[in-house]
Nanobody
Framework: VQLQASGGGLAQTGDSLRLSCAAS????????ISWFRQAPGKEREGVSC????????YYAESVKGRFTISRDNAKNTVYLQMNSLKPEDTAVYYC?????????????????????WGKGTLVTVSS
């Protein structure tokens, strides 16, 4: 199983970035996907998650209205569109896959519930 996060980079306040999480080696349609981030010196936090299709998605309060999560099951890929970026969005962003909540028509932003993790992609937002 491999989850590959990409799309990070350097942005300025107010800019947009789109992160991608490409999955392989698992039945993608049977997993929910979540995004987490970890800023320097801080604990990892859940950012957003999406159900098996687009019917369910959740966002952390800090990104609600600015970030949008979506998935393309044909491409085994989940996207995180990040608009109106702020310096406090600076972090390493990780995607993770969870199977249990897929059967509950839900998704989770609790890291302990994730089955698989990808390596992170760094997002740096300058003021």
């Amino acid at each position: 199983v491999q989850l590959q996060a990409s799309g990070g980079g350097l942005a300025q306040t107010g800019d947009s970035l789109r992160l991608s999480c490409a999955a392989s080696g698992l039945p993608f349609n049977y997993y929910t996907i979540s995004w987490f981030r970890q800023a320097p010196g801080k604990e990892r936090e859940g950012v957003s998650c999406i159900g098996r299709s687009d019917e369910i998605s959740y966002y952390a309060e800090s990104v609600k209205g600015r970030f949008t999560i979506s998935r393309d099951n044909a491409k085994n890929t989940v996207y995180l569109q990040m608009n109106s970026l702020k310096p406090e969005d600076t972090a390493v962003y990780y995607c993770a896959a969870d199977r249990k909540n897929a059967y509950r028509s839900a998704c989770s932003m609790r890291s302990y519930q994730m089955n698989y993790w990808g390596k992170g992609t760094l997002v740096t937002v300058s003021s």
